[in-house]
């Protein structure tokens, strides 16, 4: 049974970095299309970034770019999201997702194509 575990939120002022870790087991994250979620007070879920299967490749949403990455550790089998520059408007809990095998360009951002969901962790940036 494929397992996701986040960890790595908190509070930081805005501006600062903060760097979280999803960590896989059950499966491997080579063999799995990885993306992050968020939910922000009162918004529904959006897409953050995600990376996919074998040779990885990174895609982001547009009000995070420039700003996050996600790097994969297939040796630790864990996907980091760093985040740099963080705006109060980044407060939200964030969700690492997952799906065996690929998912195309386009419907990366789709949250239903999603098999494998982490319990969140909550991000709090102070103004």
């Known amino acids: 049974q494929v397992q996701l575990t986040e960890s790595g939120g908190g509070l930081v002022q805005a501006g600062g970095p903060l760097r979280l870790t999803c960590a896989v087991s059950?499966?491997?994250?080579?063999?799995?299309?990885m993306a992050w979620f968020r939910q922000g007070p009162g918004k529904e879920r959006e897409f953050v970034a995600s990376?996919?299967?074998?040779?990885?490749?990174?895609y982001y949403a547009d009000s995070v770019k420039g700003r996050f990455t996600t790097p994969r550790d297939s040796a630790k089998n864990v996907v980091y999201l760093q985040m740099n520059g963080l705006f109060p408007n980044d407060t939200a809990v964030y969700y690492c997702?997952?799906?065996?095998?690929?998912?195309?360009?386009?419907?990366?951002?789709?949250?239903?194509?999603?098999?494998?969901w982490g319990q969140g962790t909550q991000v709090t940036v102070s103004g």
């Open positions: 997702a997952a799906n065996p095998g690929g998912i195309l360009g386009h419907d990366l951002a789709l949250a239903s194509l999603y098999r494998y």
């Open positions: 059950g499966s491997h994250v080579t063999t799995m299309t």
């Open positions: 990376v996919t299967y074998g040779t990885p490749t990174a």
